[in-house]
């Protein structure tokens, strides 16, 4: 008998997962090693373990462990906030008049308002293992940051923040939860550290990038005993602990014996799709399955579109190792109008191989296409989305459409990242008519892919 599709689908707790799956495990070819930007040599875990703590250092580096133990401590904080529902959206379908079937993964249902808390905690609780005193990092839009503020204000660590200047200034909300939940916060660049005031003299007035305040918040932790940096994107370990989702979404679907045709995800660093699509993918490295995979990405920051697949620095600054990626190159910072989330000049190793591998595809939206998506949804499912999950929207809407003009009966699943409660800047910009597109000229690509470092 089939059992009927509810609207919201909840796992049980004992229907959790209680491991993370590592997708390089059923990588034949595995992501490239990062370097060390000084010797051009595949870092090696002495070198990262003043950057990151021990154990996170292990799973970065590990290409072939395929499931990790989620700690109890981390699966306890989880229960908060987890399971996250998988909605099929009902409303959706019937407001696009649409025969596709539509169904999204929530993951915006705690307070960071996104997928991050997924991977600081889990970040955390390793420094916290590890006896360290305090964690840095860097923030955007500000989920990572609140995400990190909340994981250490759980273990009872000391958290300090770098905040991309213009999002401190567009999202004075964001910036005061983060307060709440403890943690110090700087905006970016700052003259608080060396690099910060190096960046500040060669742009003054600049409104700051992920990358320039990445490598502030690295310069702090290298500096200061009983610190060390996390990352909330873009590394293995932080895709490893994203896994959460996709196994969670995995579980759902198999439960009322839902078969995915076509599964989408937002792209900044890669950390919510490489986390929701790696067991879909591993099914497919595996050759158990085929799947449409669609990463979405802003036109303003095209690095799977426009980039090209090269050794970069992850910083601005130049201070970090390099990785190999689709990147735009380190020194392209977006254009300022740029409302809509996803400025990361790079993106995942791991995405980035597969990507090559031709397991995926990208798409860019302009950012007011990606917001008439972010309105549809709203209306029809009653949930603001956080521009950044709204790539993902426009996507599976296009897709929806599609099936529309031919008939099909396709099932869309796809990620919901996070929800735009403090992005409503943006949302202004949009309402108010004065959010323009801003497309980076090839000029612009080339001459910051002109700076990208000499690798043999
Ligand atoms: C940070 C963030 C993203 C982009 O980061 P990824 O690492 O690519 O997932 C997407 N959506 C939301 C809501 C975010 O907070």
């Known amino acids: 008998m089939e059992e009927k599709i509810p609207y919201k689908i909840y796992l049980e707790e004992s229907e959790m997962p209680k491991q993370w799956y590592n997708v390089r495990a059923d990588m034949k070819v595995k992501p490239a090693p990062l370097l060390n930007p000084g010797t051009g040599q595949p870092l090696k875990a002495e070198e990262m373990c003043g950057i990151f703590c021990e154990e996170l250092v292990k799973q970065e580096l590990d290409n072939d462990t395929k499931f990790f133990d989620i700690p109890e401590e981390v699966r306890n904080f989880y229960k908060m906030y987890r399971p996250s529902p998988l909605v099929h959206a009902t409303f959706l379908e019937k407001a696009l008049g649409t025969p596709a079937k539509i169904y999204y993964k929530f993951e915006g249902n705690n307070t960071s308002g996104s997928h991050?808390?997924?991977?600081?905690?889990?970040?955390?609780?390793?420094?916290?293992?590890?006896?360290?005193?305090?964690?840095?990092?860097?923030?955007?839009?500000?989920?990572?940051?609140?995400?990190?503020?909340?994981?250490?204000?759980?273990?009872?660590?000391?958290?300090?923040?770098?905040?991309?200047?213009c999002s401190y200034e567009q999202k004075p909300f964001r910036r005061e939860v983060i307060r709440t939940f403890g943690a110090d916060i700087v905006p970016s660049p700052s003259d608080t550290t060396e690099v910060g005031r190096k960046i500040l003299a060669e742009h003054p007035g600049t409104t700051g990038s992920l990358g320039c305040a990445i490598s502030e918040a690295v310069e702090v932790a290298v500096t200061n005993e009983g610190y060390r940096y996390e990352l909330g994107s873009v590394l293995n370990q932080v895709l490893l602990h994203q896994s959460i989702i996709g196994l969670e979404t995995q579980a759902a679907l198999k439960k009322y014996g839902i078969k995915p045709d076509i599964l989408i995800g937002c792209t900044g660093g890669g950390s919510n799709l490489g986390g929701f699509a790696a067991p879909f993918l591993g099914e497919m490295l595996r050759g158990e399955a085929n799947y449409k995979i669609i990463g979405a990405e802003p036109a303003s920051c095209p690095s799977f579109t426009r980039g090209v697949y090269a050794y970069d620095f992850c910083d601005t600054g130049m201070i970090c190792p390099l990785a190999k990626m689709y990147t735009i190159g380190s020194q392209f910072i977006p254009s300022a109008n740029h409302a809509g989330g996803l400025r990361f000049h790079g993106m995942s190793p791991i995405l980035s191989e597969l990507y090559h591998q031709g397991l995926f595809e990208a798409r860019a939206y302009e950012q007011t296409a990606v917001f008439d998506a972010a309105v549809t949804f709203a209306h029809a499912e009653g949930i603001l989305p956080a521009p950044e999950s709204s790539h993902a929207i426009r996507a599976a809407i296009d897709e929806a459409l599609k099936c529309k003009e031919t008939g099909e009966e396709k099932t869309i699943v796809f990620n919901l990242s996070g929800t735009g409660n403090f992005d409503l800047y943006a949302y202004k910009q949009f309402n108010e008519g004065t959010m323009t597109d801003s497309i980076p000229t090839d000029e612009e690509i080339q001459e910051a892919l002109s700076k990208l470092p000499k690798v043999e």
């Open 116 to 165: 991050k808390l997924n991977s600081a905690i889990a970040q955390v609780y390793y420094a916290k293992k590890q006896g360290l005193k305090g964690v840095t990092t860097e923030t955007g839009a500000g989920q990572w940051g609140t995400a990190l503020s909340m994981a250490c204000q759980y273990f009872g660590l000391d958290c300090k923040v770098y905040m991309v200047k």
